[in-house]
Structures are given as C-alpha cells and as structure tokens.
C-alpha cells in the first residue's frame, strides 16, 4: 500500500467524492458513527496545524444543526417538551443528531481531501476535462501571488514616498486606490511581456494544444480505483434498495443488521479507514526502515 | 553552415521613426553573437525582427534568412520552434504556476504527446540541474532561478537559433554568469546559435566569437570579436562598455606606443616584437600585463633616464587606479585623485566622526517566526554626508538591512538609528518627511503617475526608468537616500552619470547608503564599503583598502593587476 497522495489525483478525488456521497444519502446512523470516528482520526494524522480552531468551527455547526431540526421539524410520538404549542420530539432531536454527525464527518473528510488535493492535482483534474480552463487556472496560480506580492512592494516604496501622509482614512483610502491604479498599470504594461513570452513558445498556432500531467496512472491506482467502485455499487445498491434504511419517525427504529446490512458497514468501515491505515502503513513501516538500517550501522 | 543571414534590413516603426537602416551581416552554425550598442540603438528591434512571432509593427524592408530559407515562408510551427527568444524580466516570461508545467508549456502548445513531453522535459531539467526544484512553485524561485528555467524552457523546443535580449540584467552577478556560462556551454555542445544583447558586457565579449555594434540604428562594426572591439576602443561611446582588460589594453599600448617610438630613435634599433593582441578576460588580461611588464624592464635596463617611462605609469596605476574602474577616472590624473582623497579624510572634522545619519547596533531580523535570521547581530555606522555602500552576495540580508534602515520591516532585537533618534521614535510618517528615502529594487513600484517629462515610465528603457525613479525619490529631499542595486540594467553611460549624481548629491551633504551586487560600480561612487555575509559585517574599510584586500569580492581590474603590479 502506498501514501494515499501517491495515488493518481483522478483516483483520489473520486474516492473522496464518492464515500461523502454515500456519508449523505445512506442516513444511517451505524455508516455515520464509522465516517465520523475514522474520518476524525484521519484529520488528526494528515492535518499539520490548526486543527484545534477547526474543531471549534466544526463544534458550532454540529450545534447548530442539530439544534436546527427539532425546532423545524415536529413529527415523532415522543414529546419532550412544549415550546410555544410546539412539541419538541425526541425522535427530532435524535435526527438532527444524526445530521449533525453527517455534516461533521464530511466537513472532516473535506479537511482531509483538502490537504491531498493540491493545487496542481486539481488543475489536473480540471486540465483534463477543460484544457482551456486547466490553462487559465494555471496562470491565475501563477499571477495571484505575484501580483499581491507587488501590491505589497509598491505600498512599501509609496509609504516612504508619502504616500498616506495625512493619516486619516480619506487619506488612506486615496492612497490605497492610486497603488490599485499603479498596480493596474503594471498589470497591463508587464502582461505585454507574458504575452510576448507565450506566443514566442508557440501559443495560439493552428495546432491542437495537448495538456501534459506529471501524474501517471500506474496498477495500484487502476487496484484502488476498482475497489472503490466495486464497494460503493455494492453499498449503494443497498441504499436504492432500502436495505439500510432507518425510519425515525413517527417512532425511531434500530438501524437494520440483516446480512446484506453487515457486509455494507463492513465495506464502508474498509473504505473509510483507508487514509488512516495508509498513513500508519507508511509511518510504521519508515520507522522499521530507517531503524533497521540504524540497527545495521550498529552491527557493522 | 550558414544559419542566418541578413540583407538589407531596414525597418521604421508605425509612427515614423526609423529604427533599423542597412543592417547586413550572417552567422555560421554555432557561433555566439554579441549585439552591443547604447541604449535606443536599436538592439532590441533588431533581436525582435529575427523572431516572426514577435516582430514590432511596422515598416520592413530586406530579408531574413534562417537556414538558407526565408522567415516568411516559415510555418508557425517551425517559427515557434526554430528561433527561442528570452527577455529580460525574468518574473514575467513564466507562465505557469510549476516548474515542470512551465517547461511543458511551449510543447503542450505545438502538441507533442503526453510520453514525448514527459521524456523532453525530464531530459531537459537534468541537463539543467533543476530536479531539486522541479516540483516547485515558479513563485518561490530566485531570480536566477527564473531566468534559468526560462532558459531551460525555451530550449526544450530545440531551437537552432538562441536570442538573448538582456538576460542578466536583472541578475545578479553570479547568476548572470552562472546564466551565461550555461548558454556557452548549449553552444559548444550543442552547436546552437547564439544572439545576445547586454549592457554589461565584461563576461560576454569574452565568451562570443562574433560581435555587431550598432547605433542609431546602423551597424557600427561587425566582424570577429577581438578585432571588433580592438576597432571599438577608438570609439568613446563604446570603450566605457568594454572590457576593463580592453581598456587596460589602451591605456597601456598608449604609453607603449610612444615609448617605443622614443626607444627606436634612441637606439635605432629595437625587438620589433609587434603589437600585441587586445586582451579580453581577466586571464588574457593578466598575460598580457606579466609579459608587458617583463618587456618594459628588458628595456628599461638599457635605458639610463626612467621619469616618466610606462614603469613609472605602471607603478602609478598600481597605486592609484587599480581599485578603481578605470573608464571613469579617464580624465582625472590618477595622482590628483589620491591626493584628493587624503584631503579629503584630513579635512574630516573630528568631532563629526560621532555625528551618524544611519547607525545599526545588534541588529537581529527575521521574517517568520520559525524562519533564519535575515539579519544577525548587524553592527554599523554611516557617517553625515558619506556614500556608504555594501556588497554582498545573494541572501546576505543586503535589502532587508535598508528595509530595516528606511522603517519597512521591523527587527525583533536590537537598535536602528536614524540621525541618532531611534527609528521606533519617529511617529507616523515623520520619518519620511525630507528625512528617509528609499528607492528600491524594483523602480517600477515608484512610479505612480503615468506620465514622466510627456513619456510613460513604462515606455523608457530599464536605465531610464532607474533614473527616473531616482528623480522621483528625490523629490522627498532626504538627508538620508538608502539605494537597492541602483545599477541594475544600467549601461556604462548612464552608470557614469549616476555616480557623477550621487557624488554631487553627497556634496550637498546628502547621506547614501547603497547595497549592490556590482563591485566596479561600488569602487567608483562609494566612500566607505562593507562586505555582508549571512546577515553581518564581514568587513568595513575604505573603498581602496576594501577592493585591494578582497579576492574575488572586487573590481576585474584589481583582479588583472592582482600580484603583478604592487
């Protein structure tokens, strides 16, 4: 098994869009309480800082949709209380608990699926479907940090130019707006050299352009992908089927443990934890090398 | 093989103005072109002409020819392929946001399949050693980085015919020789022709085989190197611009010259040993003042009277020009400049010696809080009315110290001051008001009008706009003027007229400070120099003392008379 972002992108990003799909549409509670424990414990291996201020905003939109469906929503037998002639139903609150859960474990999977998907291996993804626009995504990743990194130059010289003299907001906003103008006009003077430079390499000629990757799909990304698709039939057949259906309402019923239901969770704890194991693997087995080899230099 | 050829080529842009008259001249497979000329002289257009896509509008007249065809009767393709064109700007010509994205580019363009791109591109970044950098963003590269891969970027289209408009302007010097070195060797192995034009052109005349002079449009001289700049170093316009060895070469064969006419009719009889060769490199530069020197004493050990002899020059000019470049002390006597300087430093008033307009104590600076330290330990002082200036290679914390010096960044320890305040004490823009004044790297960030003297600033040259720029930050009248690489795309014309600037200026009682890479441009304005190195003082003394100690931090001509002439 190989780091998960050694996989080709096309690969990953289906995988990823694929398992937050059946998060979505399955509504069951067993699928979410494995999506959000491992997606959880994915975060935590692949994410490298603020994680800790995520939480909080993840805190607060699980409160808040859970909180949201009670007091939407008054179906269910049980009521817990009377607000204003509105019942509040447990079965309601038990299902914007669930909806909350879903909403964390895909914002969860997102954090994970952001930190994989660079830039270039979604400009890949894009670039093959629309060249044109693969292109032109390139470009504004290539002008975005140049251009604010000369707004921020030209604010340094004007500031010991006089710029912002005043130190008053008129004066700061007409400051502010004559490095925008600045910033336009070498935009518009430097972009004549990008030009020159591109069409000197041959763009625009009648030729049809071809779109070239890094990326290569190798066998284990074609392993990947067919386990990906063969499970996901699988589960989703289930779903279109009702075989994993959990009513709430009127009366909350236990998720389905049918044989066809058991393989399914199985399947899906094996898709879902794949990032984890991947990481593990990867982290293990590098210290197994790197401390073999240290027991090797001791030996010799 | 004859790759290019061209005939009568005239070319007059829209408005008029005729920017090409005449120009003939051909150059065989493999052979590096050097185009030198001052600035307008129509360099660029010539360049620009030789490639179809970027030909400026206009009217043409004459023939180009590549490989024995016509330029018109190419296909696009072939015209996108067989002529690579790199500009000066090295942050613009890239495209792309990756580096090994920007070297596919031009063959995504002209659609060469996925597995050839692959092979071409991976070939192409090993020759250029760019693998520990091919995953990378263009963005965190250096400039020399950037116009390396542009470079490498052209060249993966496999071009027969290589133009370089100004390539290491905006280099520092070791890049700019590491850039050239590189396309020296695409010409030895590959056999590729080169066409470049430069300002600077210390390194590239020694390394082309051919050379064309132009000004005004016409060509001035065209023909091998060492005749052509042999002919050239009768020209004022163009001597500035050689090499200092070339320069040497005259100053030197001058005084021979008529010495040896003295020793003839003396003797009436002599080695007729010829004239020399014109000595391009440092290195031929050398030989060429060991075995002068070694002809002079043969002779002189016959001679009973030696006053004013070329041994006495020699000795002269050991003492007194070696630090300095020697184009710009062409009209002063080496011996009134010494002594003037000795005035100079005795004229100093003691007590000023405590008066500082920039004063550095400790100064530790870093960007990121994880980050190295830009600046450690920075210790130095600048006095009232002195030109100051600091060398230092790529990463010594050169601009981050005038940053610092002009309020931009801020240190996390240590003291900065600025005519004995501390800088923290400045409130608001005080600093800034006939106090401070920065003009930085990037001079087009000055400029926020769009109109200079009824021009564009965008439409002078890369010296001009430098100037300009100058104008502009003196219009603040500051007591103390920090400069970042003043010199860059300067030509030699217009880098004596800076210096004759800045010495006027410091005249008036004006403080520069300046940081640069470019040494004989540092020899000829500064009147103290340090050398920085990872974020500290190396060094700091006079610029004599400074330029006659240093090895490789200092002037070409120092380096020539480096030991031979004491």
Redesign the interface.
């Known amino acids: 098994m190989k780091p998960l972002e050694k996989y080709n992108p096309a690969v990953i990003f289906l995988y990823f869009l694929l398992l937050a799909s059946l998060a979505m549409f399955a509504a069951n509670p067993v699928m979410i309480a494995i999506s959000v424990l491992t997606m959880n414990a994915a975060a935590v291996a692949y994410s490298r800082e603020g994680l800790a201020r995520s939480y909080v905003f993840y805190a607060i939109i699980f409160v808040l949709t859970s909180l949201a469906n009670p007091v939407f929503s008054h179906n269910g037998v049980t009521v817990l209380l009377v607000v204003n002639d509105n019942p509040i139903t447990l079965e309601a609150v038990l299902y914007g608990v669930m909806t909350g859960f879903m909403i964390l474990s895909v914002l969860l999977l997102f954090r994970v699926f952001s930190t994989l998907m660079t830039?270039?291996r979604l400009l890949y993804i894009f670039g093959r479907a629309f060249p044109k626009l693969g292109?032109l995504l390139?470009?504004t990743?290539?002008f975005v940090?140049?251009f604010g990194?000369?707004r921020r130059?030209?604010e340094?010289?004007?500031?010991?130019?006089?710029?912002?003299?005043d130190?008053n907001a008129i004066d700061t906003i007409k400051g502010k707006l004559?490095?925008l103008?600045?910033m336009t006009?070498?935009g518009l003077?430097?972009?004549i050299?990008?030009a020159?430079?591109?069409?000197?390499?041959?763009?625009?000629?009648?030729?049809?352009?071809?779109?070239?990757s890094?990326f290569r799909f190798e066998r284990s990304d074609l392993g990947l992908l067919l386990i990906v698709i063969a499970s996901c039939t699988f589960i989703f057949f289930g779903i279109a089927t009702d075989k994993l259906k959990t009513d709430f309402y009127p009366r909350m019923q236990l998720p389905p443990f049918s044989p066809y239901a058991t393989v399914c969770y199985i399947l899906y704890t094996g898709l879902a934890i794949f990032p984890l194991v991947a990481k593990v693997a990867e982290t293990l087995r590098w210290k197994w090398i790197s401390g073999k080899a240290y027991d090797d230099k001791i030996k010799r | 093989m004859e790759l290019l050829r061209v005939e009568n080529l005239n070319f007059a842009y829209s408005d008029g103005k005729q920017a090409l008259e005449n120009i003939s001249f051909s150059l065989e497979e493999g052979e590096m072109l050097c185009v030198c000329g001052p600035t307008g002289s129509g360099k660029s257009t010539l360049l620009r002409l030789l490639?179809r896509?970027?030909s400026p509008r206009g009217t043409k007249n004459g023939v180009i020819y590549l490989n024995g065809r016509k330029q018109d009767s190419l296909s696009?393709?072939e015209a996108?392929?067989e002529v690579?064109?790199v500009?000066q700007?090295p942050?613009?010509?890239?495209?792309?946001?990756?580096v090994?994205?920007e070297l596919?580019?031009?063959?995504?363009?002209?659609?060469?399949?996925?597995d050839e791109?692959?092979r071409r591109?991976c070939e192409i970044a090993g020759y250029f050693g760019m693998e520990s950098w091919f995953?990378r963003?263009?963005?965190s590269l250096s400039g020399g980085q950037k116009q390396l891969l542009?470079l490498a970027?052209?060249m993966v289209?496999q071009p027969s015919l290589l133009i370089l408009d100004e390539p290491v302007s905006q280099l520092d010097p070791i890049a700019a020789s590491d850039l050239l070195a590189t396309v020296k060797k695409l010409c030895r192995e590959f056999g590729i022709t080169v066409i470049a034009a430069e300002q600077r052109l210390e390194e590239l005349i020694p390394a082309s085989d051919k050379l064309l002079a132009l000004k005004d449009g016409r060509i001035v001289t065209f023909g091998e190197t060492r005749e052509c700049v042999k002919a050239l170093m009768s020209d004022e316009h163009f001597a500035v611009s050689m090499p200092a060895s070339a320069k040497l070469y005259r100053k030197l064969m001058g005084v021979a010259f008529e010495r040896k006419e003295a020793l003839s009719s003396h003797k009436r009889s002599g080695s007729e040993s010829g004239n020399p060769e014109i000595p391009l490199s440092v290195g031929e530069g050398r030989r060429f003042l060991k075995n002068m020197i070694s002809e002079i004493k043969s002779h002189d050990s016959g001679l009973p009277e030696d006053k004013e002899g070329p041994g006495t020059s020699l000795k002269s000019l050991a003492r007194n020009q070696m630090w300095v470049n020697l184009a710009s002390k062409e009209e002063k006597s080496g011996t009134e400049n010494v002594e003037g300087n000795d005035a100079l430093k005795k004229g100093r008033p003691e007590k000023e010696k405590n008066d500082f307009a920039l004063e550095f104590r400790e100064v530790y600076l870093k960007y990121e809080r994880a980050g190295r330290d830009i600046l450690q330990a920075l210790s130095f002082k600048v006095r009232k009315g002195e030109i100051f200036c600091m060398l230092g290679g790529n990463g010594a914390g050169k601009s981050t110290a005038v940053?610092a010096a002009?309020?931009?960044v801020k240190p996390y320890t240590g003291k900065i001051k600025v005519f004995g305040k501390n800088i923290g004490d400045y409130r608001?823009?005080e600093l800034?008001?006939e106090c401070?004044?920065?003009l930085?790297q990037?001079v087009?960030?000055?400029?926020?009008t769009?109109d200079i003297n009824g021009r564009h600033p965008?439409d002078l040259s890369g010296g001009e706009q430098q100037l300009a720029a100058l104008d502009?930050?003196l219009a603040?009248k500051p007591r103390l003027l920090l400069l970042d690489e003043p010199t860059k795309g300067l030509d030699a014309v217009l880098t004596a007229e800076l210096v004759n600037r800045l010495r006027a200026l410091a005249q008036e009682g004006v403080t520069i400070v300046i940081v640069s890479h470019d040494v004989e441009f540092a020899a000829d304005v500064a009147d103290r120099c340090a050398l920085l190195f990872n974020g500290e003082v190396v060094s700091v003394s006079d610029s004599r003392d400074f330029f006659a100690g240093n090895y490789f931090y200092t002037t070409a001509l120092s380096r020539i008379t480096r030991g031979i002439v004491k």
Do not use: C
Not at chain 1, 156 to 165: A, C, D
């Open positions: 830039s270039d292109l390139a470009m990743l290539r940090p140049l990194r000369q130059k030209i340094n010289t004007q500031r010991t130019l006089g710029l912002y003299k130190e004559s490095v103008s600045a006009t070498w003077e430097n972009g050299v990008t020159d430079s591109m069409s000197a390499r041959g763009y625009g000629i009648k030729r049809s352009r071809t779109s070239f890094m | 490639k896509e970027l696009e393709f996108a392929t690579g064109f500009m700007r942050d613009m010509q890239i495209v792309t946001d990756k090994w994205h596919a580019f031009g063959l995504e363009n002209i659609g060469v399949k996925q791109i692959r591109v995953d963003s263009t963005d542009n970027s052209v289209m940053s002009a309020g931009l608001g823009q800034y008001r401070v004044a920065l930085p990037d087009q960030t000055v400029f926020l769009d965008y502009i930050v603040t």
